[in-house]
């Protein structure tokens, strides 16, 4: 054994394995540089409710926008509340008096079925979140992973892409162990999540109100109820509290050497071989759900080769090239099917604004795939469900007539496909119909072309 090995050192073990040795030395020097950094956080609530603070604060709770709480009041009329109670708010925060109001609790579909729980917080709350989050993000965002993505300043989707793309394409590891945290944000232990804020955070008030978000009750139709565990998403301080958590995992991770991404509650692990990465899946869930009482989800978690499985909606192919995930193709349609639903009662143009507003997000996020097929094939589709949109509005066989006539279709053809029979969506793809109302004439309507927006991107 080494001088190194004999002080205790860390030194990592293969990636493929897991292996380690050990690390009592680092281990005592890292806890002494928490309890360091732990002394100097005893007054953190006054830089909480320095005005400058919660003026920054406010501006940003504004700018998000969002849905009033349970008491009904909007980020617009937060400004008159804030003339009026200012001093009684601040109050509230430096003597740890403050008491947050129930969340309201709303269920939202989820890409890939089933619900998401989000919990929207008042705007008060929500202002006191985003002022605490500014003061606590500095001092515990540098001391996370590099590996670590999610809800980080200077990082994105994109960031975490580039490097589980070089992993693939530079190191080899062809193989992802895909882990799916199980309603993460509803599981999280308090105690275990307090116990990680009070290693690095000395203010007491603080600590108190942390955990006063977290139990606040949930309203849920009309009734609230209690919560033990979990942080609803909705909140300014859930991402934050979040990678604090999962932050134990990341460690884990790097003390057994491991290459790794994770953004959020989405983790993949690359490695060389299947039989490495069953290793790894095995070991890692369970030290979630043994250390972190985290469950993962069997069934939506796997350890296969890397274009098998999607990652932030991309696919990662062999050549270290990004792909655009079928879901996310699919998920796209289902967004542009609600946007064109006949029963909407909103004109063509109106709906080619919303259009767009969605189109030029989405291709903005996948810009940086090999995707260009997918987005012709879109098009086309889009193209399709507009016309088809567009005849629906007709209702009648003589306003179909008389709409493509003023297209340019012939008197004699436009009759005939008006009485053909044949359903809108049919209809959307005849020859007539494509020409009347061509690329160039959506163009003209200002509808935004994937493939153009996308050209333009990567140029």
Not at 76 to 87: G, I, P
Not at 179 to 191: G, P, T
Not at 291 to 309: D, I, Q
Not at 366 to 390: G, H, I, N, P, S
Request: aromatic letters at 6%.
């Amino acid at each position: 054994m080494n001088a190194e090995q004999q002080q205790g050192s860390l030194v990592p073990g293969d990636g493929d394995t897991g292996g380690t040795r050990g690390a009592t030395h680092v281990q005592q020097q890292t806890f002494t540089a928490v309890d360091s950094q732990r002394a100097l956080t005893d007054q953190l609530m006054e830089q909480v409710c320095d005005p400058k603070n919660l003026v920054r604060a406010y501006r940003r709770v504004r700018s998000n926008k969002g849905k009033p709480g349970v008491d009904g009041m909007t980020v617009h009329e937060l400004a008159d509340w804030l003339r009026q109670n200012h001093a009684a708010l601040t109050a509230s925060l430096l003597d740890g008096t403050y008491q947050p109001q129930p969340v309201r609790g709303v269920r939202i579909p989820k890409p890939g079925g089933g619900q998401r729980q989000l919990g929207i917080p008042v705007a008060v709350d929500r202002l006191v979140q985003q002022a605490i989050l500014q003061v606590l993000n500095p001092i515990l965002d540098p001391t996370f992973s590099n590996s670590s993505y999610g809800f980080r300043p200077g990082r994105s989707p994109h960031t975490a892409l580039e490097q589980a793309r070089k992993y693939v394409a530079q190191e080899g590891r062809e193989i992802v162990v895909d882990l799916d945290l199980e309603k993460f944000f509803d599981r999280v232990n308090h105690d275990i999540l307090m116990s990680r804020v009070a290693r690095r955070i000395g203010d007491k008030r603080l600590l108190r109100i942390i955990r006063r978000f977290l139990q606040a009750g949930m309203m849920q139709d009309g009734v609230c109820v209690a919560r033990d565990e979990g942080t609803p998403q909705g909140g300014p301080l859930s991402p934050l509290l979040a990678n604090l958590l999962l932050d134990d995992l990341d460690r884990e991770l790097e003390r057994r050497g491991h290459r790794f991404c994770r953004y959020a509650d989405d983790c993949n692990i690359y490695v060389r071989s299947l039989a490495a990465g069953q290793r790894v899946m095995d070991s890692v869930v369970q030290f979630l759900e043994g250390k972190l009482r985290l469950r993962v989800n069997r069934e939506n978690s796997a350890v296969a080769p890397v274009g098998e499985r999607k990652f932030l909606g991309h696919r990662l192919l062999l050549n270290g090239k990004l792909g655009i995930a079928p879901k996310s193709v699919k998920r796209a349609k289902e967004k542009i099917r609600q946007i064109t639903r006949r029963n909407r009662g909103v004109s063509l143009a109106q709906g080619i604004v919303e259009l767009n507003l969605f189109l030029v997000g989405w291709i903005n996020y996948y810009r940086y795939a090999a995707c260009r097929f997918e987005l012709q094939c879109l098009d086309v589709w889009t193209r399709r469900k507009l016309r088809c949109y567009r005849l629906k509005q007709r209702k009648r066989g003589s306003s179909v007539a008389r709409f493509l006539r003023r297209l340019g279709v012939s008197v004699v053809q436009a009759g005939r496909l008006a009485v053909s029979g044949k359903g809108p969506w049919r209809l959307a793809h005849t020859r007539q119909v494509d020409a009347a109302m061509s690329v160039e004439w959506f163009s003209q309507q200002g509808l935004v072309s994937l493939v153009v927006k996308y050209d333009a991107l990567r140029h």
